[in-house]
């Protein structure tokens, strides 16, 4: 069988693939290929000197469990770290200040008031309204809503402007206005169904899990990482495909996918490489993003290709910026900042890297990572990157009052590379799903489809390679 694209979710699905079939003593052929000349995708760790800087992701959730086990099993759980502990507050922009995030606020679970009035971002009224979820009835549409429709209908404009938007769309680099809340953050429909209200659900959960917990495991934090960078990921699993007698071949772009024949239920494909490159296969799967995978499908399905070409990707920037310490002084706090989309700024937001993860950068040196573009904001990204550049510092001396040069930059263009999971998104994916079901062992995972984030890429992927091997072992049947 042949996997093409080796970012996280066509690695971890020839990793999960060879290790499920190993323990259902099945013998099985994987090769997996790549165009670039680098395995990860979009994850991409550059080590600069003791500097850690990541150009893609650089960390993932710890409550979705698929990544940290994923790290376990390669032999990376020590490498596991959480984020600073000191410097754990993010702000938010507003009217060109920055305001502090109350802890809860994320979480809708206001404990105390004080903290939320002094933090300037919520008026009184605004989170009287916000305490309206509670009495507001649910809604009884099956229709699909944006993220911005739902959280505006429970919590008030406000709210949703100046704090649920930049924080939940931001992830996407999308526009809450377009994107599916089930698609994306389907806990909130789901509370809102179970409870009637977003505020009385999430007060449920956290009962529970005060009298389910049990001391347990060691607790993380909300975001980890691998200390000396997500490279190292990628680097277990290619290692440990290799062990398992998987082959790995970079640099081969796949340009074509021709079914050679379809007989008894047993179906068999031509791939084919622009460098000459020519295999064949029983099963196929695609871990490409959707439109390279639109691309290589639609001879065989016009239909699946169509539904695949519908899921828009956003074109981002990361700015990786490294000052000497003393230049910045006390001036960041925090992890970092969230821009709304009503602040109308360039920035969409900025980490303080080597305050999140220390390890980051030695002792004299702070790096901070700044982002732009993402849905409806793509403009700037025309402009060359000493403009780039020219435009976080600006933003940066303005908002925090970093005026210092930076001695190291790294601008790094990410075109089309967020998928956007917009209205009716699981729809479609039913529909793409059902057209490929008329073909034996052909199936897609990526970003793309069922989660952006890396846990989601790596549950995806051993979820592929369950259903793979199970057609594998129905057709030698
Ligand atoms: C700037 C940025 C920051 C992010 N931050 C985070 C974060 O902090 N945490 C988090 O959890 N997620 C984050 N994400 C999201 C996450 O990184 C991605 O969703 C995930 O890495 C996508 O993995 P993938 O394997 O599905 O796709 P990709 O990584 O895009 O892999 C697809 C692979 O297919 C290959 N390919 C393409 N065309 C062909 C072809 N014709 N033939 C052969 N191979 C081909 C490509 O070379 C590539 O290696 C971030 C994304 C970006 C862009």
Redesign the pocket.
């Known amino acids: 069988m042949v996997i ?9 699905t020839a990793f999960a693939l060879l290790e499920q079939a190993a323990s259902a003593e099945v013998p099985i052929a994987c090769t997996i ?4 000349p680098v ?5 991409l760790t550059h080590r600069v000197g003791r500097l850690v800087m ?8 710890s409550q979705k469990p698929w ?1 940290m086990e994923l790290c376990r099993r390669l032999g990376l759980a020590d490498q596991l770290i959480d984020t600073n502990p000191v410097e754990k507050k993010a702000s938010v922009l507003r009217g060109g200040q920055l305001h502090e995030l109350p802890e809860g606020l994320v979480t809708f679970t206001p404990t105390q008031l004080g903290p939320f009035l002094r933090s300037g971002l919520l008026s009184w009224m605004d989170l009287a309204r916000m305490g309206c979820d509670v009495l507001l009835p649910r809604r009884r549409s099956t229709e699909d809503e944006s993220l911005a429709a739902f959280f505006r209908r429970r919590f008030g404009r406000h709210a949703c402007e100046r704090v649920i938007e930049p924080l939940m769309a931001g ?1 996407y ?1 999308g526009d809450a206005e377009q994107m599916s809340l089930r698609a994306t953050f389907p806990r909130f429909y789901e509370l809102e169904q179970a409870h009637g209200s977003v505020i009385r659900g999430m007060m449920a959960a956290r009962r529970a899990r005060a009298q389910h917990s049990s001391g347990g495991g060691p607790r993380h934090t909300m ?1 980890v990482t691998l200390k000396n960078g997500l490279a190292d990921l990628v680097a277990g699993l290619t290692a440990h495909i290799g062990q398992a007698g998987g082959v790995l071949k970079a640099g ?4 074509a996918l021709r079914v050679r024949s379809h007989q008894a239920g047993r179906w068999m494909y031509d791939v084919i ?1 622009t460098d000459g490159t020519a295999l064949s296969a029983e099963a196929l799967v695609l ?3 959707a439109y ?1 995978s639109a ?2 499908v639609r001879p065989l399905t016009p239909l699946a290709a169509g539904l695949m070409e519908m899921i828009p990707y956003a074109s ?1 920037a ?1 700015i990786s910026l490294v000052y000497p310490a003393e230049a910045v002084g006390t001036r960041l706090q925090g992890f970092g900042f969230v821009v709304p989309r009503v602040e109308k700024r360039d920035l969409i937001a900025a980490t303080w890297t080597s305050l999140k993860w220390p390890h980051r950068a030695p002792p004299q040196e702070v790096s901070v990572r700044c ?1 732009l573009g993402g849905v409806g904001r793509e403009a700037i990204l025309q402009r060359d990157d000493e403009a780039l550049v020219r435009c976080v510092r600006e933003e940066l001396a303005s908002i925090v009052g970093l005026q210092a040069a930076p001695h190291y930059v790294e601008v ?1 263009r ?1 075109r089309r ?3 956007q999971y917009t209205i009716g998104h699981l729809d479609r994916l039913a529909q793409l799903d059902a057209a490929l079901s008329r073909f034996g062992g052909l199936v897609v ?4 489809y069922r989660g ?6 790596i549950r995806d992927g051993a979820e592929t390679a369950a259903q793979t091997l199970r057609y594998l072992q129905s057709t030698a049947a």
Not at 4 to 12: C, T
Not at 33 to 36: F, H, I, Q, R
Not at 445 to 448: L, M, N, Q, V, Y
């Open positions: 093409i694209g080796g970012g996280i979710s066509g690695l971890s290929l790549d165009a670039a395995w990860g995708g979009k994850i990541e150009a893609g992701p650089d960390s993932f959730l990544a992830i680099a975001f081969v772009q796949v340009e490489g871990a490409t993003p390279v691309d290589l981002t990361t982002y790094n990410w590379a967020m998928p995972t990526g970003a793309g952006v984030g890396l846990p989601d890429c």
